[in-house]
């Protein structure tokens, strides 16, 4: 199939904050996803992944994250954001911004690692918002919900993250090989979920976990064999979080991936991880 365009769609928030969402929409669209990055990923690179489903009639949405890719904002002492800012403010202009895109389309939300998480959360918050729900390589980072090859140092981990992103500013992901450059107050927001297991954003009233737990949609989860950032005990502990959802997972290794099955590099191969994702219930 030739490749498609990809669109960009200018957005700005409430706040100011502009980005672009990049779009794949095959003309004859059946569905829309909505797709959310990981932690410090542009959008732009999951642009095979969006036209391997734009070939299945899926029209392909990809959000870019505050403080990555296209955003107009970079993570600094004076610059500093949370959930709160991305749920409440991004999402919603994102959601705005493609509605007409096309439109009267039965609508999928979806993400890799952080972002399948945060689109629980916004799912919660916005149930009307999709009536399926795709996850790759997402779980939630509770330490608990790991291996015990893994488990023993992460509350560790969780404690070091945070406090290094409050002495520098920031997060220098970028240098320590973890995520983006992130602002301080994301990683305080995610590492408080690592730590407790339960999901809350700072500055935000709303009752995430009550939110989550009212979700009703059908969930496609595909778990990558060697990840261990996400492995398949974190994705089960997420899902427990939509008792009312009726999902799936699939484990997916490096025979049907063609490539390591680990956190990242199914985006340069998603063949095998489009087809789980489509594959009927």
Known sequence: MTELPTQ??????????????????????????????????????????????????IAVFIHDWRGNGTSSLRPTRSSDWGYRELLTLDLPATEAAIAPHPGNLPRIIG????????????????????????????GSPYWRAFPPRTRWWLPMAYRFLPWLADRRGFLPGRSI??????????IQDWAR????????????DDDLESAMARIDVDANAVVLAQDWLAPASSSRYLLSKLPHSRHRIDTLDAHALRTRPGHFEWMKQ?????ESLLRPA
């Open 8 to 57: 960009k769609i200018d957005v700005q928030a409430d706040d100011g904050h502009r980005w672009q969402v990049l779009g794949v929409v095959p003309p004859d669209a059946h569905s829309r996803l909505l797709w959310l990055p990981a932690m410090g990923v542009a959008a732009k690179h999951y642009l095979p992944f969006a036209q391997g489903l734009a070939e299945h009639g």
């Open 111 to 138: 993400g890799h690692s952080l972002g399948g998480q945060l689109a629980c959360c916004h799912l919660g918050l916005a149930p009307e918002s999709a009536t399926r729900l795709w996850l790759v390589a997402s």
């Open 177 to 186: 090989g973890f995520g983006g450059n992130e602002s301080r107050s994301l």
């Open 193 to 204: 979920s690592a730590l407790s297991g339960m999901y809350a954003a700072r500055g935000m």
């Open 270 to 274: 998603p063949k095998a991880v489009v």
